[in-house]
């Protein structure tokens, strides 16, 4: 079985790069409710056996525990790749024979089959890596129990984190999924979003709330 830890940065300063269109408070909605479409897409995910949200932001811990999360409280809002650092030491100390999938908290489109096939993979990879769609990064990465690699996620952090599994001596399996790959970080993903045939919370939102600023 699988831990699936998700990172979430809230407040209103959350999702910046998204200012031109959405204000503090629109985007700390956002975020919310894309946690809660993936927390739900989680739940429903064979394999998984349980879900945390490793966050600095109180609200979104509040939120997190309301749908049934663990949580694990950053200990500083020291960016993406400490919050997933600190995860996996909880998480190892707990359940040292589990692997452990990380997932950015901006994947408002992921599907559960999506998640079940990233943990089929981990069955015969030690490492199992989903490409971002945009900026060569990483929307997804599951670790095999005992399997450890730096972990550099950002921009043009694909490559780099297939060349230290493969520095380590650690397989690497790839997972093309659009709903790992999508992630929300750019004015243009708004558009993108609102204009899937999705149903999920932060889809609703954009449309309902935001129709005026983004294009169908």
């Given at each position: 079985?699988?831990?699936?830890?998700?990172?979430?940065?809230?407040?209103?300063?959350?999702?910046?790069?998204?200012?031109?269109?959405?204000?503090?408070?629109?985007?700390?909605?956002?975020?919310?409710?894309?946690?809660?479409?993936?927390?739900?897409?989680?739940?429903?995910?064979?394999?998984?056996?349980?879900?945390?949200?490793?966050?600095?932001?109180?609200?979104?811990?509040?939120?997190?525990?309301?749908?049934?999360?663990?949580?694990?409280?950053?200990?500083?809002?020291?960016?993406?790749?400490?919050?997933?650092?600190?995860?996996?030491?909880?998480?190892?100390?707990?359940?040292?024979?589990?692997?452990?999938?990380?997932?950015?908290?901006?994947?408002?489109?992921?599907?559960?089959?999506?998640?079940?096939?990233?943990?089929?993979?981990?069955?015969?990879?030690?490492?199992?890596?989903?490409?971002?769609?945009?900026?060569?990064?990483?929307?997804a990465l599951i670790l095999r129990a005992g399997a450890r690699i730096e972990l550099?996620?950002?921009?043009?952090?694909?490559?780099?984190?297939?060349?230290?599994?493969?520095?380590?001596?650690?397989?690497?399996?790839?997972?093309?999924?659009?709903?790992?790959?999508?992630?929300?970080?750019?004015?243009?993903?708004?558009?993108?979003?609102?204009?899937?045939?999705?149903?999920?919370?932060?889809?609703?939102?954009?449309?309902?709330?935001?129709?005026?600023?983004?294009?169908?």
């Amino acid at each position: 079985m699988t831990q699936v830890v998700i990172a979430v940065r809230g407040g209103p300063g959350a999702k910046s790069r998204l200012a031109p269109l959405l204000t503090p408070a629109e985007r700390e909605r956002l975020t919310g409710l894309m946690l809660e479409d993936m927390l739900a897409a989680a739940r429903r995910a064979k394999g998984v056996r349980n879900i945390f949200v490793v966050t600095p932001t109180p609200a979104i811990a509040t939120l997190a525990r309301r749908l049934g999360a663990e949580v694990i409280r950053q200990d500083a809002p020291n960016g993406l790749n400490a919050a997933f650092e600190q995860a996996l030491g909880v998480i190892g100390d707990r359940a040292p024979y589990s692997a452990i999938a990380l997932l950015m908290g901006d994947l408002p489109l992921i599907e559960p089959n999506e998640i079940e096939a990233a943990i089929a993979l981990s069955q015969t990879h030690a490492v199992v890596l989903a490409p971002a769609a945009t900026d060569g990064g990483t929307g997804a990465l599951i670790l095999r129990a005992g399997a450890r690699i730096e972990l550099m996620f950002g921009p043009q952090s694909f490559q780099r984190h297939r060349a230290a599994a493969r520095l380590a001596g650690l397989s690497t399996g790839v997972v093309e999924a659009s709903g790992l790959s999508r992630d929300l970080d750019r004015p243009e993903d708004l558009a993108a979003l609102a204009a899937s045939p999705s149903q999920g919370r932060a889809a609703r939102f954009l449309r309902q709330r935001l129709s005026g600023r983004i294009a169908p």
